[in-house]
């Protein structure tokens, strides 16, 4: 099946581009971009797989143009938060599935949208219509769906982190995530502070009390959350750090258990939780990113404080992989009734 990428020059689209050239169902016909119209997928991206590496980009309009001539049922969008509202009820009429990794419609409830967004959504009606595709959350809707919405980079990690403690009622309404991003994830910007001398020997918190993935965390989890993301010193990579407390009855459960015990207990939990799941890895000790590098994985520890009387759940991925692109694929191959791991099946990269 062919697809078109828009936004195939930034960091997620050519993480699309990657992960597509190991699929074997899905290839890439179009591209597109803003500033690199004009250029070949490989005049920028020199690893790029060579089917794709002498794509023209496209811009916008020509690229809408090619998947209506072209019938082209697959679409991918890896723009800058806002432009896909604008194109979707476009590309609703001239494609079958659209994909979307920003964060337009992830969001259902359009005051939600404008509280956490700081702007009005263009087509509200739409957002109903848009699937969340966190596969491991929920595969409901997603196969057949028109529009997927892929979550947040942060929240994919603390989700799936903390959902198992919550599904089981051990933990009660407010939580702290604390998590720790790669500068990918702020995109290709140009801008100063992620120059690799801004970036290099520092280690900083930002987006404090108000980053708009808080909503998505609470949403999925119906928890309180706060949230404080990090910039870390590396290319690729989140480990998200989750703080619960437990509810009574799991203290009440856990009373005559020692450390140990209650150390298998959340490992089995979390197995069993996720025992149909492809891509979660339960760890038995605290996961770093390089575990995930460059994979769909998402890796997963938990453990309980009786001191502090706290849980520690911890929740690694690849921001552009999990993060972004790959879990766009995962969620196509749900679409379109692939195996769903297609394209994913990739071994981590160690050391
Ligand atoms: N980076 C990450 O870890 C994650 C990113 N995402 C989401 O994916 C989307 C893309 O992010 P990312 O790849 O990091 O961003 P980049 O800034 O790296 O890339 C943006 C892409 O969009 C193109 N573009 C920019 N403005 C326009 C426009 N007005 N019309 C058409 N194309 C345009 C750019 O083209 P050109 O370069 O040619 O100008 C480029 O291809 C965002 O919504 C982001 O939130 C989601 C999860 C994680
Ligand atoms: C390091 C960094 O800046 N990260 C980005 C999140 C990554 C991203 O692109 O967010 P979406 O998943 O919502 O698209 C941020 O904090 O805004």
């Known amino acids: 099946m062919q697809c078109a990428v828009f936004g195939a020059s930034g960091y997620a689209g050519a993480e699309l581009l990657r992960v597509l050239a190991r699929h074997p169902n899905i290839s890439v016909a179009f591209v597109g971009g803003k500033g690199s119209v004009g250029r070949a997928v490989g005049d920028l991206y020199e690893a790029a797989p060579p089917d794709v590496a002498s794509l023209p980009y496209l811009d916008i309009d020509d690229l809408i143009q090619k998947i209506e001539t072209e019938r082209v049922p ?23 599935h659209i994909v979307d990794l920003a964060a337009d ?50 929240p994919t990690a603390a989700t799936l982190a903390m959902k198992p403690l919550v599904n089981r009622g051990f933990v009660g309404k407010r939580v702290v995530v604390d998590a720790a991003s790669g500068v990918s994830g702020a995109g290709r910007s140009l801008k100063p502070e992620y120059l690799a001398m801004s970036v290099e020997e520092d280690f900083r918190a930002y987006g404090l009390l108000r980053h708009r993935h808080t909503v998505e965390m609470e949403h999925n989890l119906d928890l309180s959350v706060l949230f404080t993301p990090h910039l ?120």
């Not at 938060?81 to 604008?86: A, P």
């Not at 476009?90 to 079958?96: N, Q």
Request: aromatic letters at 10%; proline letters at 6%.
């Open 232 to 351: 870390a010193p590396m290319k690729r990579g989140i480990l998200a750090t989750c703080y619960l407390e437990p509810t009574q009855s799991f203290l009440d459960e856990t009373s005559d258990l020692s450390q140990q015990e209650v150390q298998d207990l959340l490992y089995e939990l979390y197995q069993d939780h996720y025992s149909s799941d492809h891509f979660v890895r339960c760890s038995t000790r605290p996961p770093g990113t390089s575990s995930v590098y460059g994979t769909n994985n998402v890796a997963l520890y938990a453990t309980f404080d009786r001191r502090t009387r706290r849980f520690v759940a911890l929740g690694a991925l690849d921001n552009l992989t999990k993060g972004a692109a790959g879990q766009a694929v995962q969620c196509a191959n749900i679409v379109l009734g692939y195996d769903e791991d297609e394209g994913l099946k990739e071994m981590g990269v160690w050391p």
């Open 105 to 154: 419609f992830r969001i259902k409830d359009p005051e939600l949208y404008k509280l956490w967004y700081g702007e009005e959504h263009s087509c509200p009606t739409l957002l109903k219509s848009a699937v969340y595709g966190m596969p491991e959350l929920s595969r409901d809707g997603i196969a057949g769906a028109k529009l997927v919405a892929v979550p947040g980079c942060y």
């Open 74 to 96: 697959l679409v991918f969008l890896a723009l800058p938060h806002g432009e896909s509202q604008n194109l979707v009820p476009k590309l609703m009429e001239v494609t079958d």
